[in-house]
């Protein structure tokens, strides 16, 4: 059909026919397809877009797939398609690694997420953009991309003065063993409260901050001792939440430090920074404060220190020019928009962010509690990104026990692990990710509608059936997966129709990354799943051609639903 439009499109002779024309497939209640095409190309070529479909339909090459053309309403393409066409594309489909998806050409890929801050918890807030980040690493290293990930920790400030002057006083031992114990937050508090009630340890925080900056030996290693333990407590959270970050793409502020004179000293090379009240700013166009002054960009302070803008740009332009990234996302919530846009602008001023190099800000909005605020504990505390995930996984525990008792200890742990982590994951990504959303957990932990238990159990139900088959008539999977797939009932027609839209969803969600709508598609695959297997018999089919087709169905959907479920890092059980 693309070759169709697009061929139209050339006749025309429009300037827009160069590139192939997407016919805008979508299922449809008349016929198997229904394209929309005509209706955007009547625009472009100022034509009525029943005369488009007319003429797609004259130059529609006859294949095996297409059975019927028709026109429909203002110029909607009707497609039925020939008896044994689902089958064999189906059977295409279940050939591909991809399950269909062409993968695009390889990009070179950074993505800035999580970013927790050194001596402190992770908390609550951390967990969007980290699951968030997680799903565009795996979404965009499934499809062949090199993806380069990046932590960008709070590792430096002057908050570090005091958080060092307070280790001191502790002794390294006793620091050691309290920040190793995961209470970075009690540490931080008692080293605010110190600075804040004594102007003796201001003094020596301020000294240190002092000596930090100067590049002070013994400073330094103290400095370094915070990062490590902190950055062994996030290993731990990470591995509760089962995300692919593994200590290597831990860059912290710091690590651009280096990089920051050069930065600025480029830019006013470029004659792009100017003075403002003493600071060294760039004034990105188009932006401006409640007053309707042109609002700047701070590179570097009036007291000579550079501020996070700085750090922002330092890394930007590395990430363009050394790393030489095609796609820099960065997965940072919705209130920082601005900035990032500021930032974006500034690169491309000065010429580091330049096609075909694009950088996305990939906001999220807040986690909220069943009263609409910020979710916080009984006590009004911030929540510890670890006690949540623990609580999840203590829930889906209770309830696996008691709806399979038959599970043995170690498969109730393991299926334990996988439902309370996907129902945390699922539950954020299935809300669309720009918005707020409520964490609830007996709505998240609920084996009905569109959950994570109700996917993970769609899966293991169809490997049970299979398993099932199996046993009782002696099939073995490599004859399931070589038989052919014949699509008769009409429950059968709308999962193989189903299954065909994955390639589609996925191509969708790599541009928006909008994760929701691959957590929909999937809630949709299960949900035909279920009517296909309420109205065509699987273990007791008719036949054995229809019990091996059905079978392959099976087989093809647990598999379509554990890859997308991987792609959320979410895992499929067999059993549940």
Same mark, same amino acid.
């Given at each position: 059909?693309s070759?169709?439009?697009t061929q139209?499109?050339?006749?025309s002779g429009?300037d827009?026919?160069v ?5 805008? +497939?979508?299922?449809?209640?008349h ?5 929309n095409? /005509? ?11 029943r005369e488009?479909?007319a003429?797609v339909i004259?130059v529609v090459e006859a294949d ?8 429909a309403?203002p110029g ?9 066409a689902l089958?064999?594309?189906?059977e295409e489909?279940?050939?591909d690694t ?5 993968p695009?050409e ?8 999580s970013?927790?801050?050194v001596?402190?918890?992770m ?11 997680d799903?565009c690493?795996?979404l965009l290293?499934w499809?062949g991309?090199e ?6 920790l709070?590792?430096?400030g002057?908050?570090?003065g005091?958080l060092?002057e307070?280790?001191?006083? @502790?002794g390294e031992?006793e620091a050691?063993?309290e920040?190793?114990?995961?209470d970075?937050?009690?540490?931080y508090r008692a ?29 330094l290693r103290?400095w370094?001792?915070?990062? #490590?333990?902190?950055q062994?407590?996030?290993?731990q959270v990470y591995g509760q939440?089962e995300?692919r970050l ?11 430090n280096? #990089?920051?004179a050069p930065?600025?000293?480029e830019?006013r ?9 003493g600071?060294?700013? +760039?004034f990105?166009?188009?932006f401006r404060n ?7 960009l701070?590179v ?9 803008a700085?750090?922002? +740009?330092a890394?930007l332009?590395?990430?363009?020019q050394? @790393?030489?990234a095609?796609r +820099?996302?960065y997965?940072?919530g919705?209130?920082q928009?601005?900035?990032?846009e ?6 491309r001023?000065?010429?580091w ?5 694009? =950088?996305e800000?990939i906001?999220f909005?807040?986690? @909220? ?10 006590t009004?505390?911030?929540?510890? @990104?670890?006690?949540?995930v623990?609580?999840?996984i203590e829930r889906?525990? =209770? ?6 008792p038959?599970l043995s200890t ?14 945390v994951?699922y539950?954020?990504?299935?809300s669309?990710?720009?918005?707020d959303y409520?964490f ?7 084996? #009905?509608?569109?959950?994570?238990p109700?996917?993970?159990y769609?899966?293991a ?5 299979v398993?099932? /088959?199996?046993?009782?008539?002696g099939?073995?999977e490599d004859e399931?997966?070589?038989?052919p797939m014949?699509?008769?009932d009409? /429950?059968?027609?709308?999962?193989a129709?189903?299954l065909l ?7 969708e969600v790599s541009g928006?990354?909008l994760f ?8 949709d ?6 009517s296909f297997y309420?109205?065509c018999p699987?273990?007791d =089919?008719?036949?054995?051609?229809t019990?091996?087709?059905r079978?392959a ?7 379509t639903?554990?890859?997308g479920l991987s792609?959320?890092g979410?895992r499929?059980p067999?059993?549940?």
């Amino acid at each position: 059909m693309s070759a169709a439009f697009t061929q139209v499109a050339r006749n025309s002779g429009s300037d827009a026919s160069v590139h192939p024309v997407d016919p805008v +497939l979508q299922a449809s209640r008349h016929a198997d397809f229904q394209a929309n095409a /005509a209706m955007a190309m009547a625009k472009a070529l100022k034509k009525n877009p029943r005369e488009i479909a007319a003429a797609v339909i004259e130059v529609v090459e006859a294949d095996e797939l297409i059975d019927k053309l028709e026109i429909a309403g203002p110029g909607f393409i009707n497609i039925t398609l020939a008896a044994g066409a689902l089958g064999g594309m189906l059977e295409e489909q279940r050939a591909d690694t991809l399950l269909g998806f062409e993968p695009p050409e390889r990009q070179t890929i950074v993505i800035d997420y999580s970013a927790p801050n050194v001596a402190k918890e992770m908390h609550v807030g951390h967990l969007r953009s980290t699951i968030i980040g997680d799903a565009c690493v795996r979404l965009l290293e499934w499809q062949g991309h090199e993806v380069l990930r990046r932590n960008h920790l709070g590792d430096w400030g002057t908050p570090f003065g005091m958080l060092i002057e307070h280790l001191l006083d @502790l002794g390294e031992t006793e620091a050691t063993q309290e920040l190793s114990q995961g209470d970075l937050n009690g540490f931080y508090r008692a080293a605010r409260q110190k600075f804040e009630a004594s102007e003796e340890f201001q003094t020596r925080a301020r000294n240190r901050v002092v000596s930090l900056q100067s590049g002070d030996a013994e400073t330094l290693r103290l400095w370094k001792l915070l990062i #490590e333990q902190s950055q062994k407590y996030f290993m731990q959270v990470y591995g509760q939440l089962e995300v692919r970050l593994d200590g290597s793409e831990f860059v912290g502020e710091s690590a651009y430090n280096d #990089e920051l004179a050069p930065t600025l000293e480029e830019l006013r090379n470029l004659g792009l920074i100017q003075t403002s009240d003493g600071a060294e700013c +760039l004034f990105p166009p188009g932006f401006r404060n409640r007053d309707g002054e042109p609002l700047p960009l701070i590179v570097r302070k009036r007291d000579g220190g550079y501020g996070y803008a700085a750090t922002d +740009l330092a890394a930007l332009r590395q990430r363009t020019q050394a @790393l030489h990234a095609d796609r +820099l996302l960065y997965v940072v919530g919705s209130p920082q928009s601005q900035h990032l846009e500021m930032v974006y602008e500034a690169g491309r001023m000065a010429g580091w962010l330049k096609p075909p190099a694009t =950088a996305e800000h990939i906001a999220f909005g807040s986690v @909220l509690g069943a009263d609409g605020k910020m979710f916080k504990s009984r006590t009004g505390d911030t929540i510890r @990104l670890s006690d949540l995930v623990n609580e999840a996984i203590e829930r889906a525990a =209770a309830t696996i026990e008691e709806k399979n008792p038959e599970l043995s200890t170690e498969e109730r742990a393991e299926v334990a692990q996988m439902v309370g982590i996907g129902a945390v994951k699922y539950a954020d990504l299935s809300s669309e990710r720009t918005r707020d959303y409520v964490f609830d957990f007996d709505r998240m932990l609920a084996l #009905e509608g569109n959950t994570a238990p109700y996917m993970q159990y769609a899966h293991a139900r169809v490997q049970s059936i299979v398993r099932r /088959a199996m046993a009782s008539h002696g099939i073995g999977e490599d004859e399931i997966d070589q038989a052919p797939m014949v699509i008769a009932d009409e /429950a059968e027609k709308a999962l193989a129709m189903q299954l065909l839209r994955f390639a589609n969803v996925i191509e969708e969600v790599s541009g928006s990354l909008l994760f929701h709508r691959l957590a929909t598609y999937l809630f949709d695959l299960a949900t035909a799943y279920s009517s296909f297997y309420n109205s065509c018999p699987v273990v007791d =089919a008719p036949d054995a051609e229809t019990r091996l087709s059905r079978l392959a169905l099976c087989r093809l959907t647990a598999r379509t639903l554990a890859t997308g479920l991987s792609l959320l890092g979410i895992r499929a059980p067999e059993r549940m």
